[in-house]
Nanobody
Framework: QVQLVESGGGLVQAGGSLRLSCAASGRTFSSYAMGWFRQAPGNEREFVAAIKWSGGSTYYANSVRGRFTISRDNAKNTVYLQMNGLKPEDTAVYYC????????????????WGQGTQVTVSS
């Protein structure tokens, strides 16, 4: 069993930065691939980024590539999402997810989810 707790969301002006953190419980954290998703009001939950268990491979949605960076610290059981150059369209609740059963991109392949943290970008 893995529990995920996100933090670091908030209100920021367009062009600003935020770093989200996702703290995981459980001794097997280092064996899981991890992902970040987001969901804006009225929209489906969408893939943002993912990282393999080793941290050696990362994957990004086209909309955030070059602006966001996913990383992990297995010693701290934490995965991060550094978000730079934020835009109003990045406004959403951001969710951390763990242990995809297959592809990293569909939300329904992930076994564990956090409660989410709100990110609001003002223009």
């Amino acid at each position: 069993q893995v529990q995920l707790v996100e933090s670091g969301g908030g209100l920021v002006q367009a062009g600003g930065s935020l770093r989200l953190s996702c703290a995981a419980s459980g001794r097997t954290f280092s064996s899981y691939a991890m992902g970040w998703f987001r969901q804006a009001p009225g929209n489906e939950r969408e893939f943002v980024a993912a990282i393999k268990w080793s941290g050696g491979s990362t994957y990004y949605a086209n909309s955030v590539r070059g602006r966001f960076t996913i990383s992990r610290d297995n010693a701290k059981n934490t995965v991060y999402l550094q978000m730079n150059g934020l835009k109003p369209e990045d406004t959403a609740v951001y969710y951390c997810a763990a242990d995809p059963s297959s592809s990293y991109y569909p939300a329904d392949t992930y076994r564990y989810w956090g409660q989410g943290t709100q990110v609001t970008v003002s223009s």
